[in-house]
C-alpha cells in the first residue's frame, strides 16, 4: 500500500501523486509495487527493497545524489504473542526532492514527537523531515519501555504468592523483547553515529541541535533499555527463587498437618489391638480417647505454631 504525503501549514495531507517536496510511504508492498514504485520514481528498484529483510539491520549508504538509510523500529505484536515487543526494519530513501519509507507494517513514525518538534515539520525539508523521523523513532522505544514496565508492574503483584513458574515466563517474555530493543538501538546509534560523522544529510548549521537531540535521545534510550534488561534479569533470578521458597512453605505445611493428624491415627491404632487396654470398659470411653486424641493433637500443633513451623 503506497499513501503520499505533504505538509500544509502544520499538518500532514495525502496527496494523490507524488510530487517535489511529499513523501511516500510504503507499507508491505509487494516486488511489483516496489518494481513499479522505482520506475515512477525513477530510482533504483534495490534502493526500495533492501529493507524488505526481516533481519536487515541499520545501515546507511549514499550513492550519487541519493541516500539510503535503515534503521530498526520498535514494534508492538500483540500482548499474547511469544515476544510482545520486536523491531522491524525501516527502509529511508532520501532523494533531492522525496523522502520515501518502507516498512513491513504500518507504523506511526510521528507519534512519539512532541508538539514543538511536530509544528516544525515540513516535506519540503526533506532532510530535517527525516531527522524528526529519526528523533521520534528514537523517543518510540522509550514508550513502549514504559508499557513494558507497567506490564512487569501487573505481573510482579502476582509473583509474590505465585507457586508456579507461569508469572517468570512472562517475565522472559518481555525479557526478550528487550533484548530486541538492546540490539535495535544499538545498530541504530552505530549508523547515526556514521550518519553524522561522514556528514552524509549535508545539513545546515541551524540542523546541528537536532542532529544532536537525535544522537542524545537515541543514546538515552539505549542506556535505559540495558538497565530494564539488567533489572528484568534480577528480578526473574529473585521471583525464581521467591517461587521456590513458596512451595518450601506449602511443603512445610502439609508436612506439619500430616504430623498433628497422624496423633489420633496412632491413639486409634493402640485402642484397635485385641488387648486389654485402660478405660476400654469405662461408659465414655470413646469420647475420651476421641478427646484425648483431639487434645494431643492441638497440643502438638500449638507447639509447631510457637516455633514457627506452620
Known sequence: MMTIYKTAGNELETIDRPSKGSWVNLVDPSADELRQTAQDLDIDPEMLRFSMGQEAISSVKKVDDTLRILIRIPYHQAAEANVPYITLPLGIVLTKDLVITVCREEVDLFQDLDDAHREDLA??????????????????????????????????????????????????RYQKSLVYFMTGLEFNGMMLDRLQRAELLDLK???????????????????????????????????????????????KFMAAITVILIIPQIVGAFYGMNVGLPIENHSLAFLIIVGLSFLMAAVVAWIFRKKNWM
Open 123 to 172: 516535506t519540503d525539508k526533506p532532510r530535517r523531515f527525516v531527522l524528526h523521523m529519526l528523533l521520534s523513532n528514537a523517543n518510540a522505544y522509550l514508550r513502549f519501555l514504559n508499557d513494558i514496565y507497567q506490564s512487569v508492574d501487573r505481573l510482579e503483584e502476582h509473583l509474590v504468592g505465585a507457586l508456579q513458574n507461569r508469572e517468570v515466563l512472562e517475565l522472559l
Open 205 to 251: 548549521p541551524a540542523d546541528a541541535d537536532l542532529v544532536d537531540d537525535v544522537v542524545t535521545e537515541n543514546l538515552e534510550a539505549q542506556k535505559m533499555v540495558e538497565n530494564a534488561s539488567n533489572i528484568l534479569s534480577q528480578m526473574m533470578a529473585a521471583f525464581s527463587s521467591i517461587i521456590s521458597n513458596n512451595l518450601n512453605v506449602v511443603m
